[in-house]
């Protein structure tokens, strides 16, 4: 047993830190916001967090707030030309803001390394740290969700006339939501940096991008859960059938498809909607009996 934990502890570190991206994404849809700006963030993050590792040496607990911070600003200044914008516009400004903050990477050399990349990145974090990280944005999420923020956002993703009728300020919410979703896609690329020994700008592309908002499509939109069980299937998935490793973006779109198809509200929202149908009819029975 201990011998396949350590096995593949590899692959459970990539998991909670491909949930906390998740995360990052969560937060943005929780909100009503259709940003895809998550693998911005990360890169944001990461290079800040490698930058300072391995040319001043910070300590990690520095380099992963500067990067959650870097990524939070980031965050309201994408919020405050985008909060206005909706849908599908909303989509295309954020895919905008990747790009470009892809091509930075790639270009500006002196300090990126370029396409080469940045190299020898010391590996600063355990996976008893990814752990407590995750636990603690489960634990502040859970709260946010409680709270009338996390209601405000459910209200604006489900009518935002209802909630302007309700006193609710989309924009300033929307707002929030780009920051804290800046703040988790910053912190997740600064823990990338620190397991990943080096970064390229390639790490920050369109698969990324997808791969951040199919955790949450596949695992679910609504419940806490649903970004981490995506992000656990989509990178275990490769892991248990090797031969379809090559075919990754394919096979998770064929998977998204068919849950989007059968299962629209992602599984574990899917899982928990049936659980209190099948409550609610157990009781009507035993009421009737």
Not at 67 to 81: F, K, Q, R, T
Not at 111 to 116: D, E, F, N, Y
Not at 162 to 180: N, T, W
Request: glycine residues 10%; hydrophobic residues 55%.
């Amino acid at each position: 047993m201990n011998s396949f934990i350590l096995g593949h502890l590899s692959v459970f570190e990539l998991i909670l830190v491909n949930a906390i991206l998740g995360y990052s994404q969560y937060i943005a849809l929780k909100s009503g916001v259709f940003s895809l700006a998550t693998a911005g963030f990360a890169s944001l993050g990461a290079y800040t967090a490698a930058l300072l590792s391995v040319r001043y040496g910070i300590p990690a607990w520095a380099g992963l707030c500067a990067a959650a911070l870097l990524g939070a600003l980031a965050g309201i200044a994408l919020a405050w030309p985008l909060a206005r914008l909706r849908g599908v516009f909303q989509a295309i400004a954020t895919l905008a803001f990747v790009q470009i903050v892809m091509s930075i990477g790639l270009y500006w050399e002196s300090l990126t390394g370029g396409a080469l990349g940045l190299n020898g990145i010391p590996r600063l974090v355990e996976i008893w740290q990814l752990l407590a990280v995750a636990a603690l944005i489960l634990y502040l999420l859970r709260t946010l969700s409680s709270h009338q923020i996390g209601r405000a956002f459910d209200t604006i993703r489900q009518d935002e006339t209802v909630a302007v009728s309700l006193g609710i300020s989309v924009v300033r919410h929307q707002r929030l939501a780009f920051l804290l979703s800046g703040a988790l896609g910053g912190l997740g690329g600064g823990l990338m940096a620190y397991r990943n020994y080096s970064l390229v700008p390639e790490d920050f592309g369109f698969p990324l991008l997808i791969a951040a908002l199919s955790f949450v499509v596949l695992g679910g939109r609504n419940t806490l859960a649903g970004p981490l069980v995506g992000a656990a299937i989509l990178t275990l998935l490769p892991e248990v059938a090797r031969p379809l490793a090559d075919y990754r973006l394919a096979f998770n779109g064929v998977l998204l498809v068919l849950v989007i198809i059968y299962w629209p509200y992602g599984i574990v929202d899917t899982l928990a909607q049936r659980w209190q149908l099948w409550r609610a009819a157990r009781r009507q029975q035993e009421a009737s009996a």
